[in-house]
């Protein structure tokens, strides 16, 4: 793990730069799963601004996404979809769903962290070189733990996952509420 961590910025650089060679099975393998990834998340994005757009009926939807999307921290952008659905549904059996939903995401986000703050690196195996994602060596509270594509396609799985059950949700919340104006 030492050398994994002393050969990272190497990496890095290497990597940004263009100078891994894109032909090489590994680095495809595991920018592939990363990508996927990540981009998976962003279904789990659009699912939650889909919902919080419900219960901010009867405004025009771009200046509300545009504030929606404003705040950056995901934590607030729960609370916020939190706080409306506890006026909208209170005492409403969607509301025990959207708890569930709301836990769901909470837990993932920090499968999301990963793949935002760990650092691409390179490590030695037995069948030459893997990469992988290590948790970054700036932060001296962070501990040591690399991510192979395996755990990257299974974060994929698990967003894609958990934005189909927000897309349910807010399917529900468009049957409950008077469509959005546009």
């Known amino acids: 793990m030492i050398d994994a961590l002393q050969a990272q910025p190497t990496v890095l650089l290497e990597l940004s730069l263009g100078k891994g060679d894109p032909a090489d099975s590994q680095v495809q393998s595991f920018f592939n799963a990363y990508c996927r990834a990540f981009l998976a998340w962003q279904f789990v994005e659009a699912k939650l601004s889909g919902i919080f757009s419900r219960f901010v009926v009867g405004k025009p939807r771009p200046a509300?996404?545009?504030?929606?999307?404003?705040?950056?921290?995901?934590?607030?952008?729960?609370?916020?979809?939190?706080s409306a659905a506890q006026v909208h549904l209170k005492?409403?059996?969607?509301?025990?769903?959207?708890?569930?939903?709301h836990k769901k995401v909470s837990k993932r986000v920090a499968n999301r962290n990963n793949l935002v703050h760990f650092t691409v690196t390179t490590v030695a195996s037995k069948n030459g070189v893997d990469y992988?994602?290590?948790s970054t060596i700036f932060?001296?509270?962070?501990?040591?733990?690399?991510l192979?594509?395996?755990?990257?396609?299974?974060?994929?799985?698990?967003?894609?996952?958990?934005?189909?059950?927000l897309r349910k949700f807010e399917e529900k919340l468009v049957i409950r509420f008077a469509p959005v104006v546009t």
């Open 64 to 82: 509300m996404m545009a504030s929606y999307h404003s705040v950056l921290s995901l934590e607030t952008r729960l609370g916020m979809i939190d």
């Open 91 to 101: 005492g409403e059996y969607l509301m025990e769903e959207w708890l569930d939903l």
């Open 139 to 146: 932060d001296p509270l962070a501990t040591a733990q690399l």
């Open 132 to 134: 992988g994602l290590l």
């Open 148 to 165: 192979d594509a395996v755990q990257l396609d299974g974060f994929r799985d698990d967003f894609i996952e958990l934005a189909d059950a």
